[in-house]
């Protein structure tokens, strides 16, 4: 019932039943409150692990600070912004029909969201041109402060990100709509009164957000091919072993980057092309069923981007699958241990407090048969 932030569609209202679809409509909507919350909730669960994980191994191995991970850490901070902020709200909504949070997170929800999806394009744009340069132009070292250079690239990309963010917050607002008799309370992006700009809007999302940085990321990723297949054919078969290894690293590196730039695709794009649907017709209320499982669907894939990243990394980086491994075992152990402690610590108590209630064991002048410790 009530607009999310863009490039989020707003959620349908209920299809209206009809006298021989009550029944089964009632049981969609029963589902839709058990299943989608569930799924949200594992969706958060899974994202924490895996993107806390990652950004811990990233800080604490020394090993693991490169350029690139550099960039895949801020695309993961960006995901845990959405997973604790935009997604708990979303999941609410499904048990109340219209928008509770009131104006203050009516304007701020979207602006996080909006700079969560900026940070993760932009970032995505910016790693694909970091793989550009390593396999078109390999011949620039990297200097020392590389890493530096690289922390500040990230760190304007959520200036950006913020800063392109901001106009949600001004224009987006509580408003009171009717459909069918009936009033209910909403949170929409842009003024209702201009037919204009929620179309406007969607476009200039679906380019900024969506088109243009993919659009770049090809033209990237041909000439990486290009390079590739070149190399490939020209590479003379007494090359140095050291060559190969760093040749296959950096088509590794590159085709992690890629994958990302997929998922990342495949997961928003139904997301846009609904919210430009629901942005030229917003007058028109859809409240079919076939709809409303449309916008579920495009919704939890769009989330499921924030937890996709680290899955994809474990699978294609034996490094990162290492050390991911490491973190578990050592969690699992401190865990062990702890136990340990405690029971040790515990029998300790009962042999205190055991021997202060007996004076004969206090003294080891005797033992009471029937009490073990």
């Known amino acids: 019932v009530t607009p999310p932030a863009p490039p989020l569609p707003p959620p349908t209202p209920r299809p209206t039943p009809t006298p021989f679809s009550s029944v089964s409509l009632e049981t969609v909507h029963f589902i839709i409150r058990c299943v989608i919350p569930s799924v949200y909730i594992l969706i958060i669960t899974v994202g924490l692990l895996g993107n806390i994980t990652l950004v811990k191994i990233f800080i604490t191995t020394s090993a693991m600070r490169s350029v690139p991970n550099i960039f895949i850490s801020s695309l993961a901070v960006g995901d845990l912004l959405l997973l604790v902020t935009c997604v708990p709200v979303d999941a609410f909504r499904y048990f109340f029909e219209e928008w509770i949070f009131g104006t203050v997170a009516c304007k701020l929800i979207p602006v996080i969201q909006l700079t969560s999806v900026g940070v993760s394009v932009f970032t995505l744009t910016a790693l694909s041109a970091d793989r550009h340069k390593a396999i078109v132009n390999p011949m620039d070292i990297q200097t020392s402060s590389a890493v530096f250079w690289t922390c500040l690239k990230a760190i304007s990309i959520w200036v950006v990100s913020v800063l392109l963010a901001v106009p949600e917050a001004i224009f987006s607002q509580v408003v009171h709509m009717s459909d069918r008799n009936v009033t209910f309370t909403a949170c929409v992006p842009y003024p209702l009164s201009n037919e204009m700009h929620p179309k406007i809007h969607s476009v200039m999302i679906f380019l900024v957000y969506f088109l243009i940085p993919l659009g770049i990321i090809s033209v990237y990723y041909y000439h990486i091919a290009r390079t590739l297949i070149k190399s490939a054919h020209d590479m003379p078969g007494e090359a140095s072993e050291h060559s190969k290894r760093q040749m296959e690293t950096r088509k590794r590196l590159a085709k992690i980057v890629l994958v990302f730039v997929g998922l ?62 490491s973190q578990l075992t050592c969690q699992r152990r401190q865990y062990q241990q702890r136990s340990s402690s405690y029971l040790q610590s515990t029998s300790a108590i009962r042999m205190t407090s055991i021997k202060k209630s007996n004076p004969t064991l206090a003294n080891g002048q005797g033992h009471k048969p029937g009490v073990y410790i």
């Open 264 to 325: 990342f695709a495949l997961c928003w794009f139904p997301n846009h092309v609904l919210y430009m649907y629901r942005s030229f017709n917003y007058r028109q209320i859809d409240s079919s069923l076939l709809h409303l499982i449309i916008t579920l669907l495009a919704r939890v894939l769009s989330f499921s981007s924030s937890c996709v990243n680290p899955f994809a990394l474990y699978l294609l980086s034996e490094s990162f699958r290492r050390h991911f491994n």
